[in-house]
């Protein structure tokens, strides 16, 4: 595989080999060599580099990391002047050789090789569903003295009250208001179809692309695959957005709540498990599942504020948790409901029969929020966790019947809290580390805290003259 590496490098002419990795946040890392220095020796050994300025991971006097390419990731990148291959690496401890217990594509890997070792199934296919925001312009700052944030779109409605430009053409959606009307309501569909096409370059199975509820924001979809792929997916699918949106003057984010009153953006997650070629979500219970699905919908609730902190990771993510605006914070699972944690899509095939969570946001780690999911489901297999009654009500207005369910954590301290009650289904197999966790909750707490001590504009508002 290397020597073909080596030959693919030369046949498309390459000047730069980018090697890239992925922190505990979810920010892809990179570091780039003339071709002239990748070699046999190197791919085959790995780059040394300084894991104590990656937060989360070595401290100062155990810095030294290694980055090992997988030379089956590579794709080349569409925004280099120069021609570049980025290759994906997982990152090892240089004195053990082994993979460290920190790198979340190699935690990914590893709940891979539990699955097939538990005998439960032989595949985990996940099908994300990440929504994002694409904005004309954005200032903000957290100063001691100045705490400030303000958006730009074409499509807000303040946009008509600004002078009359060659932009005062009026179609903006309302509020709620912008799935999915054709252009020139959807200012954006050009952008996103490059976008698409940019994601199919670089190896993606591209499927759709279209506008959804807020003014300014947008989803693009791509098939479905096993985990690690999945998280290399929506890592090359962020990348895209993100330069796209830059090389048109414009900003994307995956903040799932910029705006303050319309919907936010989530993560919809489709999941299925399969042994062989056999479809372990089939079969003859509620909406057509099988009692395997339903005992893995039944690990998912049982540990869902667990899983919080992971899939819903930052402190803007609870703003989107809220009722009223799609957002599912009420810990059930029905057919067709989309206003319950866990939502049975229709499906006429039984290779299409899956169940979509549809808590997670797109700032989840695109290893870890998978990788936490999938160690709950089996949970629930092995134990044989029923999820109990379907709810096929709309929880957002049927109340009385809301208020009996249980619900999602409303702030990332709420699922701290859980996370440090409830990690020990994600200790089996030793797929993630109780000092991992342990590191994970102290990072996070850190933001908790930071978010808690700096006063915000509403409070000057409604309490400066008080």
Same mark, same amino acid.
Do not use: W
């Given at each position: 595989m290397t020597k073909a590496f080596l030959k693919k490098l030369e046949t498309e002419q390459v000047r730069f080999v980018d090697f890239r990795f992925t922190d505990i946040q979810g920010i892809w890392h990179h570091m780039s060599f003339p071709v002239e220095a990748v070699d046999e020796k190197l791919l085959a050994e790995g780059i040394y580099f300084d894991g104590s300025s990656i937060q989360g991971w070595r401290h100062i006097h155990e810095s030294d990391m290694l980055?090992?390419?997988?030379?089956?990731?590579?794709?080349?990148?569409? $925004?280099?002047?120069? #021609?570049?291959?980025?290759?994906?690496?997982? !990152? /090892?401890?240089p004195k053990t050789q082994e993979p460290y217990n920190r790198d979340p594509r190699s935690i990914g890997k590893k709940v891979e090789a539990y699955l097939k070792k538990s005998g439960i199934a032989t595949k985990a296919y996940f099908g994300p569903e990440a929504e994002f925001f694409v904005f004309d312009g954005v200032r903000f700052g957290a100063e001691p003295t100045s705490t400030f944030f303000e958006l730009e779109s074409e499509e807000f409605q303040a946009e008509n009250r600004r002078e009359i430009t060659p932009s005062s053409h009026g179609h903006r959606p309302?509020?709620?208001?912008?799935?999915?009307?054709?252009?020139?309501?959807?200012?954006?569909?050009d952008i996103r179809a490059e976008m698409v096409t940019v994601m199919q370059r670089m190896g993606l199975d591209m499927e759709k692309h279209h506008h959804e509820v807020a003014p300014a924001q947008h989803e693009l979809?791509?098939? $479905?695959?096993?985990? #690690?792929?999945?998280?290399?997916?929506?890592? !090359? /699918?962020?990348?895209?957005?993100?330069?796209?949106?830059?090389?048109?003057?414009?900003?994307a984010t995956f903040m799932p709540k910029p705006i303050f009153g319309d919907n936010g953006s989530g993560m919809h997650v489709h999941q299925s498990l399969w042994k062989g070629d056999k479809p372990?979500?089939?079969?003859?219970?509620?909406?057509?599942?099988?009692?395997?699905?339903?005992?893995?919908?039944?690990?998912?609730?049982?540990?869902?504020?667990?899983?919080?902190?992971?899939?819903?990771?930052?402190?803007n993510s609870y703003k989107r948790l809220v009722p009223g605006y799609e957002a599912p914070v009420i810990l059930a699972y029905s057919a067709q409901n989309r206003s319950a944690a866990c939502r049975i899509p229709t499906a006429q095939d039984e290779k299409a029969k899956r169940i979509e969570i549809r808590f997670p946001d797109p700032l989840a780690n695109p290893y870890l929020g998978t990788a936490v999911m999938l160690m709950a489901g089996l949970d629930g297999i092995r134990n044989k966790i029923h999820p109990g009654k379907a709810s096929d009500h709309n929880l957002?207005?049927?109340?009385?019947?809301?208020?009996?369910?249980?619900?999602?954590?409303?702030?990332?301290?709420?699922?701290?809290?859980?996370?440090?009650l409830d990690y020990e289904?994600?200790?089996?197999?030793?797929?993630?580390?109780?000092?991992?966790?342990?590191?994970?909750?102290?990072m996070k707490w850190q933001e908790v805290k930071d978010y808690e001590r700096t006063p915000h504009p509403l409070e000057f508002l409604k309490y400066y003259s008080l």
């Open positions: 980055m090992k390419p997988d030379l089956d990731s590579v794709h080349l990148d569409p $925004f280099s002047v120069q #021609t570049t291959m980025i290759v994906i690496c997982d !990152i /090892y401890d309302l509020a709620k208001g912008g799935y999915f009307p054709v252009a020139p309501l959807d200012s954006l569909n979809g791509f098939k $479905f695959a096993e985990l #690690t792929q999945t998280g290399d997916n929506l890592q !090359i /699918y962020k990348y895209a957005v993100r330069n796209v949106a830059h090389s048109y003057g414009k900003t372990l979500f089939a079969g003859n219970d509620y909406s057509g599942l099988s009692e395997t699905a339903l005992y893995y919908i039944g690990g998912i609730l049982k540990h869902a504020k667990a899983i919080n902190a992971f899939t819903n990771p930052t402190t957002f207005e049927e109340h009385d019947i809301a208020a009996k369910l249980p619900h999602m954590c409303g702030s990332l301290r709420e699922a701290l809290d859980a996370l440090t289904f994600l200790l089996e197999g030793d797929v993630f580390t109780k000092d991992f966790i342990e590191d994970y909750l102290t």
